[in-house]
């Protein structure tokens, strides 16, 4: 077991990333459907998940090198970043706010609890920050942290395609779009696909992670 996790990871991802360079459609996603491949294999099996997590615990220490990284293309674009800083900004506190209103009115149009409201509102950042402001505002963290993972793999499923969809074609506004709203996940996608959104992309998903940690405390409580 000391390997199956890393090698049933990368098979998975790669077999499947082919698959959708063959068709490019979300249905297809690789990091959605290696997901879903690798939960129904455990589920089908005995290895238990948290033994096919420690076999892959070299995967999950790539993680680290892999967002520092996203300094690079950053530093590369920075002249043309320093030129939209100020919309940068303004997107961010626009698009974190309207991240945290929409999940929260929400589900008050639904009547639920107040508990899974603040659960829900931090959904949009990076999962250590979402499971902290999770915790500090009343919420339930692993719920935080589930709920986070699944705006990231939407984000990468389908960021691109809404933006086309609403016909958004500002790489800046693009990049900025899909950080702020479905953070590492979604920037691995736009990354792939522009580098100048790429590193947008990462700048406003560490500001978008920042902004929300302290903005959403102060206001949860005039919110749920």
Not at 70 to 82: C, D, E, G, N
Not at 146 to 168: D, K, M
Not at 177 to 199: F, K, N, Q, Y
């Amino acid at each position: 077991m000391n390997v199956f996790g890393v090698f049933l990871t990368l098979f998975l991802y790669t077999v499947l990333s082919w698959m959708y360079a063959k068709k490019r459609t979300p249905v297809l996603n690789p990091v959605l459907l290696s997901i879903v491949t690798i939960a129904i294999i455990l589920k089908g099996t005995s290895i238990k998940y948290g033994e096919y997590m420690e076999s892959a615990r070299f995967l999950s220490f790539l993680l680290g090198p892999a967002v520092v990284s996203l300094a690079i293309p950053l530093y590369k674009q920075l002249s043309i970043i320093r030129e939209y800083k100020k919309e940068i900004a303004v997107g961010v506190v626009v698009g974190g706010s309207t991240a945290i209103l929409s999940a929260v009115y929400m589900l008050k149009a639904f009547h639920a609890p107040e508990i899974l409201q603040r659960s829900f509102a931090p959904k949009s950042v990076t999962t250590a920050i979402a499971m902290g402001v999770s915790e500090k505002i009343g919420g339930i963290p692993p719920l935080t942290a589930v709920l986070v993972i699944l705006t990231g793999i939407l984000g990468n499923a389908l960021a691109p395609e809404l933006l086309n969809i609403f016909r958004v074609r500002d790489r800046v506004a693009r990049g900025l779009a899909t950080g702020v709203s479905s953070h590492g996940l979604g920037t691995a996608r736009i990354i792939t696909e522009d580098e100048l959104a790429g590193a947008v992309s990462g700048l406003g998903m560490a500001l978008n992670g920042v902004y929300t940690a302290f903005i959403l405390p102060a206001i949860i409580n005039f919110l749920v």
